[in-house]
């Protein structure tokens, strides 16, 4: 008895895409930051603009998270510790 297998390909991009691991960097609602810092921070250490910072602030004030990042681990864990450094409420998911 014979097993006939077949033969899957993929493109780089395929396999890039799966093992490329997302992680998120979640910023969460306080009551203890206010909104200019949050503001503050996002602009200075994540690099988004005045306009972004206040969208990401609004939304965590009414929905009581936010993803602010996207990507490795390593990365992700980098601002964690600086956001976490100025004091506002972070994780990683």
């Known amino acids: ?5 077949q033969e899957e390909t993929f493109t780089l991009e395929e396999i890039l895409a799966s ?4 992680n998120r960097l979640v910023l969460w609602n306080d009551d203890t930051n206010t909104f200019e810092h949050v ?3 996002l602009i200075t250490y994540l690099d988004y603009s005045e306009k972004q910072a206040e969208r990401i602030a609004w939304t965590v004030h ?17 601002y964690r510790k600086i956001l976490k450094g100025e004091g506002l409420t972070v994780s990683i998911e």
Do not use: A, F, Q, R
Request: charge should be negative; proline fraction near 3%.
């Open 1 to 5: 008895m014979s097993v006939e297998t």
């Open 19 to 22: 093992v490329k691991p997302t």
């Open 39 to 41: 503001i503050h921070c």
């Open 62 to 78: 009414n929905e009581g998270k936010c993803i602010v990042l996207e990507g490795s681990y390593t990365e992700v864990d980098i």
